[in-house]
């Protein structure tokens, strides 16, 4: 059973930066996707970002290119979410997640629907103005 944990949220002024860390285990760091969503209160999950391995793919939500990047630790079992440029509409629960399949993730989309696959519990970020 896969389980992740995520960590590093917290309250910060627009402009400023985060890393949010996820810590994965019951899963093998080989050919795999994994990625991070968040949801705003109100709003629908928003997949913002993933990686699959088997090609390097990488995707990013519009409202977060040249802002975020996503990495992976294959050696520790981590991954992480540098944000930088924080804006108060990145305001959300930030989620790191396995999708059930891998195909859920490539270069032009992130699927986060239903079905999607394994979260963790989330970790707040707020951005004020």
């Known amino acids: 059973e896969v389980q992740l944990v995520e960590s590093g949220g917290g309250l910060v002024q627009a402009g400023g930066s985060l890393r949010l860390s996820c810590v994965v285990s019951g899963f093998t760091f080989d050919d795999y996707a994994i990625g991070w969503f968040r949801q705003a209160p109100g709003k629908e999950r928003e997949g913002v970002s993933c990686i699959r391995s088997s090609d390097g793919s990488t995707y990013y939500t519009e409202s977060v290119k040249g802002r975020f990047t996503i990495s992976v630790d294959n050696t520790k079992n981590m991954m992480y979410l540098q944000m930088n440029s924080l804006k108060p509409e990145d305001t959300a629960v930030y989620y790191c997640?396995?999708?059930?399949?891998?195909?859920?993730?490539?270069?032009?989309?992130?699927?986060?629907?239903?079905?999607?696959?394994?979260w963790g519990q989330g970790t707040q970020v707020t951005v004020s103005s």
């Open positions: 997640a396995v999708p059930a399949f891998r195909s859920y993730c490539s270069g032009s989309h992130f699927y986060t629907g239903p079905d999607f696959g394994s």
